[in-house]
């Protein structure tokens, strides 16, 4: 890629960046509201991409003791296969792991191959279907979950 990769925590001043990538990424985005919202609060973890000083994709997750659900994982359209994505993954489970998260959850469209290609890398198995759980389109949703005592 030739270009430096820049993981880091998502502050007040991205929130606009992550509304263009939900908008450009999702059907039925976070409203920009609810994105500032997510900075109010200790068990969420929201971490941002940044390739020449742009954000170009974030990941969010959201903690409860040992646990964490994974809230939305995303890149700009012409920024994915550059690892970015793979990127966000990775931190965003060292951090749970060093939090002592045991275990993370997700949802992810049943058609959504190349996300869960990128989730089994880490180690993410299928455990259960969610019919019709997204719309515009109506599809089932994948839910996920990986120990992170196999990640390394």
């Not at 430096?4 to 985005?29: G, H, N, T, Y």
């Not at 515009?136 to 996920?144: G, R, T």
Request: negative net charge; glycine residues 4%; charged residues 30%.
């Amino acid at each position: 890629m030739g270009q430096e990769i820049k993981i880091r925590l998502m502050r007040k001043e991205d929130c606009e960046a992550v509304r263009k990538i939900e908008c450009a990424c999702f059907s039925i985005p976070w409203s920009l509201e609810s994105i500032e919202e997510v900075l109010q609060y200790e068990t969420h973890q929201f971490l941002v991409a940044e390739v020449n000083d742009e954000v170009v994709g974030y990941m969010g997750m959201i903690k409860t003791i040992d646990e964490a659900d994974v809230t939305n994982v995303a890149v700009l359209p012409h920024m994915r296969k550059k690892g970015i994505g793979e990127l966000l993954v990775r931190e965003s489970l060292k951090r749970a792991k060093e939090e002592q998260v045991n275990t993370v959850f997700l949802e992810v469209r049943e058609s959504n191959a190349g996300a869960i290609h990128l989730y089994e890398k880490f180690h993410f198995i299928p455990i259960s279907m969610r019919k019709n759980y997204y719309k515009d389109p109506l599809e089932n949703a994948v839910i996920m979950s990986a120990n992170l005592s196999t990640i390394k």
